[in-house]
């Protein structure tokens, strides 16, 4: 049985992988900022808290005993005016804050947890909006904060790995959900297996590796 944590548990993507995760009879516990919209399994403990709040983060790893995964979803688009000639700031620094700084703030706190569980590992969803080989430029900032996720959890993978952790990003595609719109191509419960899967069988081989929620490897 895995015991995983996964952040933004609220709704979207992140409350498909509370509710597949509990029905495959893992331990799951959810990170949520507010109201809880969506009726969770008796088994899915539920913990409040802003993945920016970093004070909040290291009370809640006090007592939440040994993990086996850690999930980075929580997400934001980000603010309405984001191009590369007309840039809302603030907003850029808050979708910074939520979609890059925040994973890697909610991976060290609770590393002393996943340090205890059995084959640890850190699963962050990223965006096929990060890749570097194009050059769109409509919604940069979340492109950018993507791309800048991915960067910074390459470097954790390559300082978890002497220690056996593995680090890994998901592409989970255009998926079904209040940021993806109801036109997306992908269903969140089908997304949300796919990373199950991959928290499942990740190796340390593949640490460090920018993955499709199908599990194939892709480029960053
Ligand atoms: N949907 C897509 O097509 C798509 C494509 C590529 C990548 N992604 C990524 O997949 C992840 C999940 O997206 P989604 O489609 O499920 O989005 P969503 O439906 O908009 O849900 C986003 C989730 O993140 C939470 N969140 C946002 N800011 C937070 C904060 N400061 N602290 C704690 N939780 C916070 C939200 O909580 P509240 O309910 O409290 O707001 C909500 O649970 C995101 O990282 C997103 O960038 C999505």
Not at 47 to 66: E, F, N
Request: hydrophobic share 45%; proline share 5%.
């Amino acid at each position: 049985m895995m015991r995983v944590l996964v952040t933004g548990a609220g709704r979207g993507i992140g409350a498909a992988l509370l509710q597949c995760g509990a029905a495959r009879g893992w331990q799951m516990i959810g990170v949520l900022r507010d109201a809880q919209p969506v009726a969770f399994a008796d088994t899915v403990v539920l913990h409040r808290c802003d993945v920016t709040d970093h004070a909040g983060l290291a009370d809640l790893a006090k007592d939440i005993g040994p993990l086996d995964c850690v999930i980075n979803n929580a997400g934001i688009m980000g603010p309405d005016r984001q191009s590369p000639l007309d840039m809302d700031f603030d907003g850029f620094a808050r979708v910074l804050s939520v979609n890059t700084l925040a994973p890697l703030a909610v991976s060290q706190v609770f590393l002393p947890a996943l340090r205890l569980g059995r084959r640890p590992r850190i699963i962050s969803i990223s965006s096929q909006m990060s890749f570097m080989g194009y050059r769109k430029s409509d919604r940069i900032a979340y492109r950018a904060s993507k791309a800048a996720l991915n960067k910074v959890m390459q470097g954790l993978a390559t300082d978890l790995e002497p220690e056996g952790i593995a680090v890994a990003l998901v592409d989970p595609g255009w998926v079904r959900t209040d940021m993806g719109g109801a036109d997306a191509q992908n269903d969140p419960t089908d997304v949300a297996q796919g990373v199950l899967d991959i928290a499942a069988h990740l190796t340390m081989a593949q640490t460090g590796r920018f993955l499709r929620w199908t599990g194939e490897e892709r480029a960053f």
